[in-house]
C-alpha cells in the first residue's frame, strides 16, 4: 500500500522539468493534455499539477511475517467443516471458535491494546481477513460486536463503558445484535420511530425493530431511538445499549427462504435503558449511528473478494465437470465475474489507503458492499446455469448460496440507497431532493 518512492518534480506551470532518477523519457499523451514518462521502468502520468504514481502492493517485510503467522496458526488450529444439526448448533460451533482466537489474540486484532485487541495496522487486518477467507475458516459468532459494537465503545463510549462491555465482546461471553432497521424505516435510519422517554435516571424504549441479526442469540443491542420529535429528523436521535434480557423486549425469528432465521423482528414496550447506556451523548445518535455503518460495510473489502473468488474457483471445476469450460458464453460470465471480483479486492485496497489518511473508515465502503452484492449474486446465478436441475437439490449448496444471496442487496443497506450515498457522498453529485 505505498507509492513509489521517485519523485517527479514540476515548476509552476506544470512542465516537468526531471525526475528523482536520471534517464527519464517522455511522450505526450491525449494531444498534450496527459504526458507519459518511463522512468527506469515505472510509468509516471503528469497532468497540469498533477502526478500519478503506480501503487506498490508488495507486502513489507513485518507485513509478510504476520501473513505467515496468520497463515501457520490458522494450518495449526482450523476447527475443521461445521457440524450439521441446525442453526443453534452452527452458532455454538462459531462460538466456540471465537473463544479459540480470542485466547490466541486473534479476536478484535485491530482494536488497541489497551481494550484488549492486537493493535494491528489496517493492512494487518485486511491480510488476517484475507486468510480467514482464503483457509475458509467460520466466522466468528459476535461479529456484529466485533466489528461493529466494539469500535463504536472504543470510539464514542465513556471509560466505565469500555471497561464493562469490549472484553466480553471479545470472548463471546456476550453476543450484541444492530437495532436499527424498523418496518416503516429501513436503510432510511432517520426516519425511524421508536421513541425513548426519559425515566428516573433512565429511557423507557417502546417500538419495533426488524431485520435484527442474532437478536435471538444477544445480550445486547445497538439502538436507536428518537428522543426529541421536535427537531429535524436527523437530530433528534440517541444511541443506546439496551439488555435484551428483559420482559419489555421480544424477540421474533423470521425464517428465510433457506430455512435459517438469522434475522428476528423486536417489540419493545417500555424497556428500560440506564443513562449509563447511553453512547455519544443524548441527541448524538446519528452521528455514532454512522460510525457504526462505515464500520459494518468497510468490513467487507479484500475479505469478501477473496471468499468470491473461493467460490469462482469452484463454479470453474462445476462447469469442468459438466463439460461447459470451452463454452465461450461461460467463459466470457466466469471472465467478467473474475475481472469484477478483482475490481473489488484492487477498491479495497484503495478504500482501506484512504482510511489510513484519515483514520476512520468513510462512504466509499458502500462501493465494496455494492460490487460484492452483485458480484455474488451472479456467480450464484450462473451457477444454476451451469449446474441445471442438479444443483437445484434442497441439499445442495449452490441451491443454498443461490437462495442466501437474495438477500445481499437489501442487508448491509439497500442497494439503491448505496447508490445514493455512492452517488452524494463518493462522486459530489447534487441530491435527488
Request: hydrophobic share 40%.
Amino acid at each position: 500500500m505505498r507509492r513509489s518512492g521517485r519523485t517527479v518534480m514540476l515548476h509552476q506551470q506544470g512542465a516537468v522539468v526531471g525526475s528523482g532518477d536520471e534517464g527519464l523519457e517522455g511522450a505526450a499523451v491525449g494531444g498534450g493534455e496527459l504526458e507519459a514518462f518511463r522512468d527506469h521502468g515505472v510509468t509516471i502520468f503528469v497532468r497540469r499539477d498533477r502526478v500519478w504514481l503506480p501503487m506498490d502492493l508488495t507486502l513489507t517485510a513485518d507485513e509478510q511475517a504476520f501473513r505467515d503467522e496468520v497463515r501457520a496458526w490458522l494450518k495449526d488450529n482450523h476447527p475443521g467443516p461445521a457440524p450439521s444439526g441446525g442453526d443453534q448448533v452452527q452458532f455454538e460451533f462459531e462460538r466456540e471458535w471465537q473463544r479459540q482466537l480470542h485466547a490466541a489474540g486473534w479476536a478484535g486484532i485491530s482494536w488497541p491494546r489497551e481494550y484488549g485487541g492486537r493493535g494491528a495496522t489496517l493492512i494487518e487486518q485486511s491480510i488476517f481477513g484475507e486468510e480467514l477467507a482464503r483457509a475458509r475458516a467460520p466466522r466468528p459468532a459476535n461479529v456484529l460486536g466485533l466489528v461493529m459494537g466494539g469500535p463504536v465503545v472504543i470510539a464514542h463510549g465513556t471509560t466505565e463503558q469500555k471497561e464493562r462491555f469490549l472484553e466480553p465482546i471479545l470472548s463471546a461471553e456476550e453476543i450484541w445484535c444492530q437495532g436499527f432497521s424498523e418496518p416503516e424505516s429501513g436503510s432510511d435510519l432517520a426516519s425511524l420511530r421508536t421513541k425513548a422517554v426519559a425515566d428516573n435516571g433512565g429511557w423507557r424504549i417502546t417500538g419495533q425493530k426488524v431485520w435484527t441479526t442474532f437478536a435471538h442469540e444477544a445480550k445486547w443491542c445497538m439502538l436507536v431511538a428518537r428522543t426529541d420529535p421536535d427537531v429535524p429528523k436527523h437530530k433528534g436521535l440517541t444511541y443506546f445499549l439496551m439488555d435484551m434480557e428483559q420482559d419489555e423486549v421480544e424477540v421474533r425469528p423470521l425464517r428465510q427462504i433457506t430455512g435459517e432465521a438469522e434475522f428476528n423482528e423486536l417489540f419493545i414496550e417500555g424497556a428500560h435503558v440506564a443513562d449509563e447506556n447511553v453512547v455519544g451523548g443524548v441527541g448524538n445518535g446519528w452521528m455514532v449511528a454512522i460510525t457504526t455503518l462505515m464500520n459494518e460495510r468497510a468490513g467487507l473489502g479484500a475479505s469478501a473478494a477473496l471468499g468470491l473468488a473461493n467460490a469462482l474457483d469452484e463454479l470453474v471445476e462445476l462447469a469442468r465437470e459438466r463439460d461447459l469450460a470451452d463454452d465461450p458464453i461461460v467463459r466470457d460470465k466466469i471472465a467478467r465475474l473474475k475481472i469484477g471480483i478483482e475490481g473489488l479486492r484492487l477498491g479495497a485496497m484503495r478504500s482501506l489507503t484512504a482510511t489510513m489518511k484519515v483514520g476512520t473508515p468513510g462512504p466509499e465502503g458502500s462501493i465494496a458492499k455494492l460490487q460484492w452484492s452483485s458480484a455474488n449474486q451472479a456467480l450464484c446465478e450462473l451457477a444454476l446455469e451451469v449446474g441445471g436441475m442438479e444443483v437445484l437439490r434442497r441439499d445442495s449448496l449452490w441451491a443454498y448460496r443461490f437462495l442466501r444471496s437474495r438477500a445481499n442487496s437489501i442487508e448491509g443497506g439497500t442497494s439503491d440507497v448505496l447508490r445514493n450515498i455512492v452517488a452524494e457522498r463518493v462522486l459530489g453529485l447534487p441530491k435527488l431532493r
